[in-house]
């Protein structure tokens, strides 16, 4: 994915690695086979393996998070947070008065949400709930005034069918005029067309988790034709040098997967899953959409 907020990415830009793999286009990635070939499973869970690291990732990403929260907190009554992750948004969301329902398939993010409400104040603990669930199936048993898709979390829909269950399923969760909310990727041609699985060159950096330093870097191909994207991120140790003892593993790599969804594409399906968008902005401050806007932000009303 896009780099920007990935905190050991901004130091330097990435360069592209020698030995360049150019993409085949005749072929989907998935003919291409062996490795080459996505796993949308592991897209959808390696990346959030690690909680903490993910926190440590993304822990100067803050615009979001005043975002959600005044959506929340205009929205005065329970909200639900689908792929509520760690509770990034939601923690400091209900700590600034907000009441969220926040929920997600990845058990471990979870743990990491539990602690993040452990450490409210005790009064505010009540107004977070924590739930498993998958965002094209989960069952609530009511209807709230806003629910929110926030950083990306509909991209983890690979195919118009979970698209539209998971949409089907928001719909049902709200009441009559009730928002959705949610911010995607814009789809950056200049990132999707970088050589499929070109080894693109990061820095090094202390690996919260473990304490010894890793070279970082990437790779992704992009599949046309499903509009997914799946990105490989390697992990090199670097200090403790490899084969020296160390906790810390010598090399490491996990994976992520998403569907890119486009704003023509997107308008057509949120009309015909029964939303009306009442606003879409080109940033976090309301900002307008634009070609090189990194994301589109969403709010929604459900209309029938
Ligand atoms: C990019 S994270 C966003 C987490 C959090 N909202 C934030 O902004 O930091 C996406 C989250 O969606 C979750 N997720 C992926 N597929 C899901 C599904 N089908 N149902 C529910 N959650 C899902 C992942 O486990 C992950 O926690």
Avoid at 193 to 219: C, I, L, M
Avoid at 223 to 251: C, K, T
Wanted: hydrophobic share 35%; proline share 5%.
């Amino acid at each position: 994915m896009p780099t920007a907020d990935r905190e050991h990415m901004k130091q330097t830009s990435i360069e592209e690695s020698e030995g360049a793999v150019q993409s085949n286009r005749d072929q989907t990635v998935d003919e291409r086979g062996g490795d080459e070939g996505f796993d949308l499973h592991a897209g959808t869970t390696q990346f959030y393996e690690d909680p903490h690291y993910y926190d440590y990732e993304f822990k100067s990403r803050r615009e979001d998070v005043k975002y959600y929260t005044d959506r929340y907190l205009e929205a005065e009554g329970w909200c639900v947070e689908l792929g509520v992750g760690t509770g990034r948004i939601a923690a400091p969301a209900v700590r600034a008065g907000a009441k969220v329902i926040g929920v997600d398939l990845h058990e471990g993010m979870l743990r990491v949400a539990e602690e993040r409400r452990q450490r409210l104040a005790k009064a505010k603990r009540g107004s977070l709930r924590l739930v498993q669930g998958d965002m094209r199936t989960f069952e609530l048993g009511e209807t709230f005034p806003l629910i929110s898709l926030p950083f990306n979390a509909l991209q983890h829909m690979y195919t118009l069918e979970d698209a539209r269950a998971c949409l089907k399923t928001v719909h049902e969760h709200l009441q009559p005029g009730g928002l959705l909310v949610f911010d995607v990727l814009m789809p950056d041609f200049e990132y999707l067309n970088r050589p499929a699985f070109a080894r693109f060159q990061g820095v090094d950096f202390k690996h919260p988790t473990w304490g010894a330093t890793y070279n970082y870097s990437e790779q992704s191909a992009y599949d046309h034709l499903r509009q997914l994207n799946q990105v490989w991120f390697y992990y090199d140790r670097v200090d403790p040098p490899i084969g020296e003892p160390s906790e810390a593993p010598e090399h490491h790599s996990i994976q992520l997967s998403h569907r890119y969804y486009y704003p023509q594409e997107l308008a057509l399906l949120l009309e015909v899953s029964g939303f009306k968008t009442l606003h879409c902005s080109g940033d976090f401050e309301g900002g307008p959409v634009v070609e090189g806007n990194e994301s589109l932000v969403y709010i929604c009303e459900k209309v029938n």
